[in-house]
């Protein structure tokens, strides 16, 4: 049942015609219960009040596979504007982005010319981007392009999914680059000939992955809501003796709030994930497909207003 449940999800978010109602309707339906805004400026007080809580953050303009070598740049530009509000309002933030937002599927010249000038900024202002990970078929050009751009730029981190089965290899190829990484299981819907298909398999190879990035000395951010892989890394860091600054949890803006708060009362760092923007269909509903558990939650954003 969950397996069919999350296809079912997988599917709705790439459909087209309820990506445009989503945009005309706005962030209801409890959307708006796990994206910051439809603008940066309205999740601005989000990411204060995250702030001053002591949890740090990471924003995410939301939008993926732009068409025209227009768009990319005003993307592109809309990154480094955030980074310079970032700045502007002294936020503990950092922020993440997807290639296809920025021209990954039109020219890699497109794409690096846009990271290059979001690198620069982001270099200027002491603020971490991250390369967020997409489906399988970009996994390669993604990973190439940030070990291209990790040679001049040091705040730059990307992410390795754990249900691929080349993810081990990945880290082992990223381990000569000093990579910050964030591990996740994947979120995308894949073929059985390039990923794990079963729960327990993806979780054992999450637990490896955060072993190897840990223990050759990398920055690590632990992207899991999941208590058994939570409780893995505490056992893990607390048996080799790895400093609390070498690695975070991550958790998804508006999810286990009290577990966040948990984690920082206990000493370790907690970074959200707040996406913004009115692009938010596909994201909302790849996370309806994680957790069954999410569909209560939005079912009870919607009846909540």
Known sequence: MEAISKNFFLYLSNNKVLDRLAKRFGTRFGADKIVGGETFSQAIPLIKQLNHDGLQVTVDHLGEFVDSEAESRKRSQECIETIQAIAHHQLNSE??????????????????ENMERISQEAERHDITVTIDMEDSSRCGETLEIYKALKEKYHNLGTVIQAY???SNEDVDELHAYDPYLRLVKGAYKESGKVAFADKPEVDANLKRLIKKNLLNGHYTAIASHDDAIINFTKELVKEHGISTDQFEFQMLYGMRNQTQYDLLKEGYKVRVYMPYGDDWYGYFMRRLAERPANIAFAIKGIFSK
Do not use: F
Request: aromatic content about 4%; overall charge positive.
């Open 95 to 112: 922020i993440s982005l997807k290639l296809t937002s920025l021209g990954l599927d039109l020219n890699k010249e497109l794409v690096m």
């Open 164 to 166: 691929l089965y080349r």
